[in-house]
């Protein structure tokens, strides 16, 4: 194993060394980006720290099972040759105990015809000898039944030798299988350790080789988390150590994102609002509570539960500076939390249907929050007044043949800057109840409230936006979602045709930005959360 | 010529109505109609039997109405709620008819194996499976047929909301196929028009009429008659127009049922029911949630539960219960599974319906489906079986046949038989 070990060691050593030589060709014609940001080669660099300590932890683990493995193998070989002398015992045991019954019986043969002569012998010479002959045979019939006793205890005792030998060949055989299989999943575990520490050196020292930047023909996969029931968001932790997704089987499925160790936080009902900040999670349920997670400790543990909207508590958001925490429900409301102590300090009334999303600007001013018939309202942090509102309407359709309003906000994001708001669902809808429509993204000047730029992808494609983000540098933003088939979509804030579809192998129902910036994770309707890389791949991947 | 159509025993039944109705028209044209016709509702409201069918449209979930399976993989995000009928649970998203399940009976067992549409709607509304070449009269045009009162001068059978035909009626012809109101309320072009003076319009009836009655002695077949039959029925409808003026309802009710359409067509539904009309389907739209099944049975379920339980309770006040029968129904329920899209698709193997009031056991349920909602593992039953227990409740005898050209055929499928779990 240690060989095993060191043998990565060498080869990543080498392949960094041969990765550094390699000459980087631009990409793109893109303009040129901003320097690469600090944060992602220093996410990059620990990422290799924790992803190495990850599989030295593994490596040891596996070590130390394959031992215990060896150690149970010899024990049970060494109860298979206990078996088999304590098999080889019985025959022996069993002759000799024949062959002194035999004896013992031609014994008491012997004495009881010489019993019989002694009574009808009359002749007084005789009869003294057949005593004396009579007393010898009752001596002999005498130990050889003892003899009889005894081997009848050797060959019990040589029983119950091969018995408790059986056991143990038993024991120690189902110790070594359990051990072997033991042994083989922390080989798999530490070989994907392995993969992933080999990953994360490529990809520092591919970042040391070149700043990473947004490249949208390089997007690639970089993990899949699967679970056993299918999600409705995901959020990466502001650490970027772990990613959170809520699904439909109630639970709350945590990732650690160096280890792939999964961690499930239980709950009752179905989970599409999920906000982090410091050691605080968030997430709201479709039976309308809102949960707070302190994720300081591992397991995460449940400190408190609010029943926060009647109805679906379709959202949740931490303000910037962590003091609030805002919820949105199918009760038309939005609602204001102490994010310390739970406390609602104010119910933000105006929507007129369900609220299906909502975000703070990252000035901290301002909160908006999205609705099904497309109205986005703005409110004023303190005075929680509405200030006032989008024209988000392209994301609403009333389907006059079915008679149902559908689309509405279903995902809200700022840019860093604070300078864009991008508000993503269903427009120019004409099949509601087969969710015939184009995934759409409306864009607005934060400052004249105006509307910039209805964007929509680049081919083709029925589904709504069910995440969004903008990148760190502000110019892009990213999206991803579905209807029958999923997609992530990269749109220049500058143009409303999108300059990359990305086919996805499933609808998305989410997406969140890694703080590296070049990182995001979406959450799937096939049981999966899965990790994709933005940034130029390594040329190992690319070659791929 | 023989009258080929709804006949058997019933041949002169026809031919008295056709008759019975002329002379109500003209009566109504003479100015007494509103006499005759308030005896004759608070005639029919003591002792006619009644029946409402809401009809939902597209295909309602069973697990988000009456056979919710919350935790496990197919419930999808609602919870059930305990009803005024001990030991009953439906789905959350209907608290207001919770509150009257005491009134309704669940049939849980429905397997018509049809995921088509229109097929599955035609058994629903038949009780048999649609064959080539022959057509089935649906419910409404059958219990029109059978009971409405021959001097009734209302249409046996109205249509609230999309989904009349005039087909419907099929053999028994189309004095009870079913007259669709328009969303306004009224027929149109009821009111006579202002050039004509009421003196006017009755000669020219009594003129159509004698000259019909000239040309139709050895001539009677389903056109002649459906002709002539339309010119009365247009005369009984003016002459009780008021019955259509939905302005007149009482505005407290608004608040009560609710604003939108299907709210009013609850309130209409009563006010017909109180004026004697015999069927009353109420179509509410849409329920083919084959995306975003979740968001959407909120919103259509959001719609109907309360005006539908206002209804229900209304009748229920009024005593109008004992002689109306309720069906809730749809073409088909929704699969189990939950689609790519979060929908749900065509399902007819395993799902519900619910049906209460005239005839039937409040609060009871016939049928079981298994823990997921997949199969059914009691009492399976199919359009036959329900077709049965309508008539049953409504005092019928579903062993009958119609005629059609001399050929029998069964009212209800022969090889099923009532629910009586369900029954009183």
């Not at chain 2, 089935?136 to 009349?164: E, H, K, V």
Request: proline share 5%.
């Amino acid at each position: 194993m240690n060989r095993v070990w060191w043998r990565w060691l060498a080869a990543a050593l080498c392949g960094g060394l041969c990765l550094t030589a390699i000459r980087v060709e631009p990409l793109q014609a893109d303009p040129p980006q901003p320097p690469a940001t600090v944060s992602a080669i220093e996410y990059a660099k620990r990422d290799v720290a924790r992803a190495t300590e990850h599989a030295r932890r593994l490596g040891e683990a596996a070590a130390a099972v394959a031992q215990k493995a060896t150690a149970a193998a010899a024990a049970a070989t060494a109860a298979v040759a206990e078996q088999k002398a304590a098999e080889r015992e019985i025959p022996t045991f069993t002759e000799r105990l024949q062959s002194v019954q035999q004896a013992h019986a031609s014994a008491t043969k012997t004495r009881l015809a010489i019993e019989a002569l002694t009574r009808q012998t009359t002749d007084a010479e005789v009869l003294p000898k057949l005593k004396t002959a009579l007393a010898a045979s009752l001596s002999v019939s005498s130990h050889l039944a003892a003899a009889v006793v005894e081997q009848q205890t050797l060959l019990l005792r040589a029983q119950q030798r091969l018995k408790i030998a059986g056991q143990a060949v038993t024991a120690t055989v189902a110790e070594l299988k359990s051990l072997t299989e033991s042994k083989a999943v922390a080989e798999k575990s530490f070989t994907e350790s392995l993969e992933l520490a080999r990953s994360a050196v490529e990809r520092s020292t591919w970042f040391d080789t070149r700043a990473p930047t947004l490249d949208p023909e390089g997007i690639h996969l970089l993990q899949t988390y699967k679970h056993t029931s299918g999600f409705l968001n995901a959020q990466v932790d502001p650490t970027g150590e772990h990613v959170y997704a809520g699904g439909l089987d109630g639970s709350v499925q945590r990732w650690d994102l160096f280890s792939g160790d999964q961690t499930g936080l239980t709950g009752k009902s179905w989970v599409r609002g999920l906000a982090c900040h410091g050691k605080l999670l968030i997430s709201t349920t479709y039976t309308g509570q809102a949960i707070w997670w302190d994720t300081s400790i591992s397991p995460p543990k449940q400190i408190r539960s609010v029943a926060a909207h009647k109805g679906f508590a379709r959202a949740a958001a931490f303000s910037p500076d962590g003091q609030y925490v805002a919820t949105s429900g199918d009760d038309h409301m939005v609602r204001i939390w102490q994010a310390a102590t739970g406390e609602k300090i104010a119910e933000l009334a105006g929507h007129e249907s369900h609220v299906y999303h909502l975000a703070f600007h990252p000035g901290g001013q301002h909160l908006v929050s999205g609705d099904l018939m497309g109205v986005t309202r703005q409110w004023e942090v303190g005075t929680w007044k509405h200030v006032r509102n989008f024209d988000s309407a392209p994301l609403h359709t009333y389907d006059k043949q079915f008679a149902a309003h559908c689309g509405g906000i279903r995902a809200i994001a700022f840019s860093p800057d604070g300078k864009w708001l991008a508000l993503g669902g269903m427009g120019e809808v004409t099949n509601a109840f087969a969710g015939i429509g184009v995934p759409m993204v409306l864009l607005f000047d934060w400052q004249t409230g105006k509307q910039q730029q209805v964007m929509k992808p680049a081919s083709a494609f029925t589904g709504s936006v069910w995440g969004l983000e903008f990148d760190p540098s502000g110019r892009y933003l990213i999206a991803a979602g579905g209807g029958g088939a999923g997609a992530m979509w990269i749109w220049k804030t500058s143009d409303a045709k999108a300059i990359k579809d990305f086919k996805l192998p499933s609808p998305a129902r989410g997406l969140s930005l890694h703080p590296d910036g070049f990182r995001v994770a979406i959450p799937f309707h096939d049981k999966t959360v899965r990790i994709y890389d933005l940034s130029a791949p390594p040329p190992a991947i690319a070659a791929k | 010529m023989n009258c080929h159509y709804a006949c058997g025993t019933a041949a002169h039944l026809s031919r008295r109505s056709f008759l019975q109705g002329a002379t109500t028209g003209a009566l109504g044209m003479l100015g007494f109609s509103g006499m005759v016709q308030a005896s004759a509702a608070q005639k029919l409201a003591s002792q006619q039997k009644q029946v409402v069918v809401f009809f939902l449209k597209g295909g309602v979930s069973q697990l988000e109405t009456w056979d919710p399976k919350p935790g496990t993989d197919t419930g999808g995000p609602f919870q059930k709620i305990s009803t005024s009928a001990p030991g009953v649970e439906i789905c959350e998203l209907l608290p207001h008819t919770a509150r009257q399940m005491q009134h309704l009976a669940l049939v849980r067992g429905i397997n018509t194996k049809e995921n088509d549409h229109g097929k599955g709607a035609y058994i629903m509304q038949t009780g048999y499976r649609q064959q080539p070449g022959f057509e089935y009269p649906y419910l409404g045009s059958a219990f029109s047929r059978q009971l409405n009162p021959p001097d009734s001068p209302l249409p046996g059978y109205i249509c609230l909301g999309a989904g009349a035909r005039a087909q419907e009626a099929a053999f028994l012809g189309p004095k009870y196929a079913p007259l669709a109101l328009p969303e306004e309320g009224a027929p149109q072009n009821l009111a006579r028009p202002a050039s004509l003076t009421e003196q006017h319009d009755m000669q020219r009836r009594l003129l159509r009429q004698r000259i019909g009655q000239r040309f139709a002695p050895g001539r009677r077949d389903s056109d002649l008659e459906a002709y002539n039959s339309s010119y009365e029925q247009a005369a009984r409808l003016m002459a009780r127009s008021d019955v259509f003026d939905f302005s007149k309802m009482p505005a407290k009710d608004e608040e009560r049922y609710g604003k939108h359409s299907f709210a009013r067509n609850c309130r209409v539904a009563l006010r017909l029911l109180e004026n004697g009309v015999t069927f009353i389907k109420v179509s509410h739209t849409n329920y083919d949630t084959h995306s975003e099944n979740f968001n959407f049975h909120i919103e259509q379920l959001g719609e109907f539960d309360r005006p539908f339980a206002t209804f229900m309770a209304d009748l229920h006040e009024r005593g109008m219960l004992q002689h109306t029968l309720v069906i809730v129904m749809s073409e088909f329920g929704r699969t189990p599974n939950i689609n790519s899209k979060l929908g749900r698709d065509h399902w007819g193997t395993a799902w519900s319906i619910a049906l209460g009031g005239c005839g039937i056991k409040g609060g009871a349920v016939v049928g079981k489906t298994n823990e997921k909602g997949t199969q059914v593992i009691d009492r399976e039953v199919n359009g036959g079986h329900l077709f049965h227990t309508y008539y049953h409740a409504v005092g019928l005898d579903s062993s009958k046949s119609f005629y059609d050209k001399g050929r029998p055929v069964a009212k209800a499928d022969p090889k099923t038989d009532a629910l009586q779990e369900i029954l009183v």
